[in-house]
């Protein structure tokens, strides 16, 4: 063997230590978002953008799910669907530092089970009686070695948008109490 062959294989060995301390194989999948984007005319509801794809956690693969629109612009536009019946004049929402997480949790004799957890801070002002909250929702859903991640993604963020709705449809009721 000469120099440059064995140059060679000693890349190419370091290239696979490299690769196979890396944790393995790390799948990437688009979550068709367009579905839950829904037109609706309410500027006076607002959520902060965000970006980024999410790691779902406790899997024994990696799997990465990359929204084709960002959270924030789902949530924005499911309550701006519900919320609209409830709009009087200078009412505004907005929701801020929106957090989301996907994670898999495995315990002995029980299903396995995904839960999503999105947290935010919202401030809900009716001609300036303002109400302040924090609304952290977690749905969940049972998973199997089958499942696919993009859809129960976009089943559990539709179910927390709902939860959503209700919380901040709430904060409104309580902001109107005010006016009264």
């Known amino acids: 063997m000469n120099k440059r062959t064995m140059a060679r294989g000693a890349g190419l060995a370091v290239v696979a230590l490299a690769l196979a301390a890396c944790g393995g194989h790390k799948a990437r999948e688009t979550v068709p978002m367009d579905a839950l984007v829904v037109p609706a005319f309410a500027p006076w509801i607002s959520v902060e953008p965000t970006q980024g794809d999410l790691q779902v956690r406790g899997l024994d693969e990696k799997v990465v799910l990359s929204p084709s629109r960002p959270v924030s612009e789902v949530l924005q536009a499911q309550l701006r669907q519900a919320l609209q019946p409830a709009y009087i004049s200078n ?4 929701c801020e530092r929106v957090k ?3 994670r898999v949790r ?3 004799d029980k299903p396995s089970v995904a839960t999503l957890d999105i947290s935010m801070r919202c401030t809900t002002n009716a001609r300036g009686f303002v109400t302040r909250s924090e609304p952290r929702l977690e749905p969940t859903a049972e998973v199997n070695g089958q499942t696919n991640y993009p859809k129960l993604f976009v089943s559990l963020l539709d179910n927390a948008s709902k ?3 209700t919380k901040l449809q709430a904060d409104i009721d309580a902001s109107k ?4």
């Open 91 to 94: 009412l505004t929402v907005a």
């Open 163 to 165: 939860e959503l709705a």
């Open 100 to 102: 989301t997480d996907i």
């Open 106 to 108: 495995h315990e002995d």
């Open 177 to 180: 109490a005010n006016l009264k």
